[in-house]
Nanobody, 124 residues
Framework: VQLVESGGGLVQAGGSLRLSCAAS????????MAWFRQAPGKEREFVAA????????SYSDSVKGRFTISRDNAKMTVYVQMNSLKPEDTAVYCC??????????????????WGQGTHVTVSS
């Protein structure tokens, strides 16, 4: 199984970025997908998740209303559209895959596979 993120970069506060995570080696629609992030000097935290069929989504309070997670099962790709970015959104963003559905899906142990991450820097 491989998860490869892309789309990170440097953006000014208030700007937007769309991250992508391309999956291979798994039956993609059977997996809930999530984005986590880790800021410098901080623990990794949950950002957003989406169910295998794309119907159910969940967001952390810190990104709710600004970020949108989506997926294209035909392309085996999950996305996160990030709008109104803030300097505190600066982090390495990783995608993760879980075969365990939506139960406790904000928790890292629920995820079996992880990508390497893509850097997002938001300047003030």
């Amino acid at each position: 199984v491989q998860l490869v993120e892309s789309g990170g970069g440097l953006v000014q506060a208030g700007g937007s970025l769309r991250l992508s995570c391309a999956a291979s080696g798994l039956t993609f629609s059977n997996y809930a997908m999530a984005w986590f992030r880790q800021a410098p000097g901080k623990e990794r935290e949950f950002v957003a998740a989406i169910s295998g069929n794309g119907i159910i989504t969940s967001y952390s309070d810190s990104v709710k209303g600004r970020f949108t997670i989506s997926r294209d099962n035909a392309k085996m790709t999950v996305y996160v559209q990030m709008n109104s970015l803030k300097p505190e959104d600066t982090a390495v963003y990783c995608c993760a895959a879980s075969p365990y559905g939506t139960t406790f899906w904000s928790r890292e142990p629920r995820y079996d596979y992880w990508g390497q991450g893509t850097h997002v820097t938001v300047s003030s």
